[in-house]
């Protein structure tokens, strides 16, 4: 999927604060999840790690890691 911004981590993040914060797996990316609307909006966070992200606060994304702990 084509994106705004090249990353240099794996995991993005969604930090608009008007929705419950997920995580997205840039190696696994779906239609569903609207990264480039996450772009646009100017609130995509890059995480090194799964981990990171968790720690920050985000929930997996329901689309791209629909096998994660707690995903949504
Ligand atoms: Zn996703």
Redesign the pocket.
């Known amino acids: 999927m084509a994106h705004w911004n090249d990353y240099p981590t794996r995991y993005v993040g969604d930090a608009n604060p008007n929705r419950p914060r997920?995580v997205?797996?840039l190696a696994n990316?779906?239609d569903?999840?609207a990264?480039h609307a996450v772009e646009w909006a100017n609130n995509a966070v890059p995480f090194a790690t799964k981990q990171a992200a968790t720690t920050a606060g985000y929930a997996p994304?329901?689309?791209?890691?629909p096998y994660d702990k707690g995903a949504s």
């Open positions: 997920h997205h797996d990316e779906k569903s999840c990264l994304c329901l689309f791209c890691m």
